[in-house]
């Protein structure tokens, strides 16, 4: 069975920072882009950051986090990470990852971040950023 589990949300005051992890089971990530996106209640699901898969690993950013999330992966642990810095009362959601496996090398360095494109979605973990 193919799952993505997410770990590392939290409270945290504005200014500090935070890593969310995303962790494959039953499949090996290489071949696969990973996005990051969030939802707060009410509003459209948000797309955060996405990497191309192993070997290329073209990162892509919202311009909402530009300049202070990080997203990064870890072929031996299975694994994709956001690291969220300068946090912002603003950046409260809950962080979905997802996965889509690449189309092929042709497509190596290009990632989405719509949601509609990805197939695989972890179950969520809340990130509120408040004093």
């Known amino acids: 069975q193919l799952q993505l589990v997410e770990s590392g949300g939290g409270l945290v005051q504005p200014g500090g920072s935070l890593g969310l992890s995303c962790t494959a089971s039953?499949?090996?990530?290489?071949?696969?882009?990973i996005g990051w996106f969030r939802q707060v209640p009410g509003k459209e699901r948000e797309g955060v950051s996405c990497?191309?898969?192993?070997?290329?690993?073209?990162?892509y950013y919202a311009d909402s986090v530009k300049g202070r999330f990080t997203v990064s992966r870890d072929v031996a642990k299975n694994t994709v990470y956001l690291r969220m810095n300068s946090l912002k009362a603003e950046d409260t959601a809950v962080y979905f990852c997802a996965a889509v496996r690449s189309p092929g090398p042709a497509s190596a360095y290009v990632c989405s971040m719509e949601g509609s494109d990805y197939d695989y979605w972890g179950q969520g973990t809340q990130v509120t950023v408040s004093s």
């Open positions: 039953g499949f090996a990530l290489d071949f696969y882009n």
């Open positions: 990497i191309t898969v192993s070997g290329a690993e073209s990162t």
